[in-house]
C-alpha cells in the first residue's frame, strides 16, 4: 500500500526541539519531491519545508534557521528537524509526496506539535 | 511570495445544489493551480491539478477551470460527502502556497 505514516509530534516547551519522522511506504522518497504542510489549529495550510529529488531544499521564511528537512534512503525516510521551537509553531505537521514538485498527491495522517511552557 | 485569496471563505448549500468556489492568485500563475478537500480531522485530499484536470477517482461533479489570476472550483450537484473545506494551491513559484480555505457546509 502507498502510505505515508509520521510520528514524533509532541508537547515541548519553547526553545526546545523535536525531530518528526515519515515512513514511506509503496514508493521510494529518493526518487520523489517531499514536503512537510502544516496548520495550525483552526487555521489553513501552509508548506513550511520541501526535499527535491536532488537533495537541494527550500524553506518557508518563517522556519529558515530553525528547521532542517532530510533523508534517509535506508529506512525511505523523511524527516523534520525542528529546533528553538516557538508557540506559533503549534499545528499538525503533515508529511506529503509532491508529484513532480508542484502538487501534492499522497499525505500522511499528520502529527501534532504543541509549543507551550 | 505568491498570495492566493478564495471567496466566500463560508459557503452554506443544500444537497443537490451548484457550488462555485473562487480562487485569486496575485500575479499570473498560468494554469498552475490545485485543488484540495479536506474533513474535520483528516488530511487534505487531491481533487484537481493543473486548473481543470481532475485526479484519477475523483468524481466528475467536481471540475475547474481559470488561468492567470482567477480560478473556480465548481461541484454540480452537492453530495453529503462533499460538505468540506476546499483549498487551493498554487504551484507556479517557490513557495508554494494555498488559499485560506473555503469551507462548505449545511445550510
Known amino acids: 500500500e502507498v502510505q505515508l505514516v509520521e510520528s514524533g509530534g509532541g508537547l515541548v516547551q519553547p526553545g526546545g526541539s523535536l525531530r518528526l519522522s515519515c515512513v514511506a511506504s509503496?514508493?521510494?522518497?529518493?526518487?520523489?519531491?517531499m514536503s512537510w504542510v502544516r496548520q495550525a489549529p483552526g487555521k489553513g495550510l501552509e508548506c513550511v519545508s520541501f526535499?527535491?529529488?536532488?537533495?537541494?531544499?527550500e524553506y518557508t521564511d518563517s522556519v529558515k534557521g530553525r528547521f532542517s528537512i532530510s533523508r534517509d534512503i535506508s529506512n525511505n525516510t523523511v524527516y523534520l528537524q525542528m529546533n528553538s521551537l516557538r508557540p506559533d509553531d503549534t499545528a499538525v505537521y503533515f508529511c506529503?509526496?509532491?508529484?513532480?514538485?508542484?502538487?501534492?498527491?499522497?499525505w500522511g495522517q499528520g502529527t501534532l506539535v504543541s509549543v507551550s511552557s | 511570495d505568491i498570495q492566493m485569496t478564495q471567496s466566500p471563505s463560508t459557503l452554506s448549500a443544500s444537497v443537490g445544489d451548484r457550488v462555485t468556489v473562487t480562487c485569486r492568485a496575485s500575479q499570473s500563475i498560468s494554469r498552475w493551480l490545485a485543488w484540495y478537500q479536506q474533513k474535520p480531522g483528516k488530511a487534505p485530499e487531491l481533487l484537481i491539478y493543473e486548473a481543470s484536470n481532475l485526479e484519477t477517482g475523483v468524481p466528475s461533479r467536481f471540475s475547474g477551470s481559470g488561468s492567470g489570476t482567477e480560478f473556480t472550483l465548481t461541484i454540480s450537484g452537492l453530495q453529503p460527502d462533499d460538505f468540506a473545506t476546499y483549498y487551493c494551491?498554487?504551484?507556479?513559484?517557490?513557495?508554494?502556497?494555498f488559499g485560506q480555505g473555503t469551507k462548505v457546509d449545511i445550510k
Open positions: 526535499l527535491y529529488t536532488g537533495g537541494g531544499t
Open positions: 509503496g514508493f521510494t522518497v529518493f526518487s520523489n519531491y
Open positions: 494551491q498554487q504551484y507556479n513559484a517557490y513557495p508554494r502556497t
Open positions: 506529503a509526496r509532491v508529484r513532480y514538485g508542484d502538487y501534492i498527491d499522497l
